[in-house]
């Protein structure tokens, strides 16, 4: 059974870097695509970007100025870093898996970590 | 980018009743050279990450239950539960991924009347 756990800072101030990790279980993580997703408080879902076991990445457009996503084969657990933070960016963020790699819906996702940004 | 639209935004529905939600897409998700809808729904709980229940529009996930089900094409899609129980309230949500960004609809909140 494949579980996903993210861990991170739950405070990050404004202007500042939001790094966030996700730590894959119960398979590896070099054969699947994993992405990134958030939730503002009360709030609907955002893709934010994904990346293959291998290292290729693709962010949304919205995002993509600020947002890197990187990959630890050895640790099987991939990261998020967003950079220049504001009050706009608190948020769940979750880690998910894709399927396959033609079918980009996410099957396995980790319980999410709500990160706030404020002074 | 492709918007998802939901409707209603909130739905109250009595138990054992039929629950019907629609997902509208801004353009077609249809992929004509496998003949598929590139469209899946989830179910979230509160505190909850999402569920994944429905995937190629109509596709039920393993383990979900056959009360819900999923149908549509190219642009109008819906996720009904024929008979609604109590463990059904939730917000559910579709998501479109013909391309990226991959992108979800508003989510639809279900409660019981």
């Known amino acids: 059974q494949v579980q996903l756990q993210e861990s991170g800072p739950g405070l990050v101030k404004p202007s500042e870097t939001l790094s966030l990790s996700c730590t894959v279980s119960?398979?590896?993580?070099?054969?699947?695509?994993w992405s990134w997703i958030r939730q503002p408080p009360g709030k609907g879902l955002e893709w934010i970007g994904y990346?293959?076991?291998?290292?290729?990445?693709t962010y949304n457009p919205s995002l993509i100025s600020r947002v890197t996503i990187s990959v630890d084969t050895s640790k099987n657990q991939f990261s998020l870093n967003l950079t220049s933070v504001t009050a706009a960016d608190t948020a769940v963020y979750y880690c998910?898996?894709?399927?396959?790699?033609?079918?980009?819906?996410?099957?396995?996702w980790g319980q999410g970590t709500l990160v706030t940004v404020s002074s | 980018d492709i918007v998802m639209t939901q409707s209603p935004d909130s739905l109250a529905v009595s138990l054992g009743e039929r629950a019907t939600i629609n997902c509208k897409s801004s353009?077609?998700?249809?992929?004509?050279?496998?003949?598929?809808?590139?469209l899946a729904w989830y179910q979230q709980k509160p505190g909850q990450p999402p569920k994944l229940l429905i995937y190629?529009?109509?596709t039920r996930e393993s383990g979900v239950p056959d009360r819900f089900s999923g149908s549509g094409s190219g642009t109008d899609f819906t996720l009904t539960i024929s008979s609604l129980q109590a463990e059904d309230v939730a917000v559910y949500y579709c998501?479109?991924?013909?391309?990226?960004?991959?992108?979800f609809g508003q989510g639809t909140k279900l409660e019981i009347k």
């Open positions: 353009q077609s998700v249809f992929y004509s050279s496998n003949n598929k809808n590139y």
């Open positions: 998910a898996r894709h399927r396959t790699s033609e079918s980009f819906y996410f099957d396995y």
């Open positions: 998501q479109q991924y013909y391309g990226s960004p991959y992108t």
């Open positions: 119960g398979g590896s993580i070099s054969t699947y695509y």
């Open positions: 990346i293959y076991g291998t290292g290729g990445t």
């Open positions: 190629w529009a109509s």
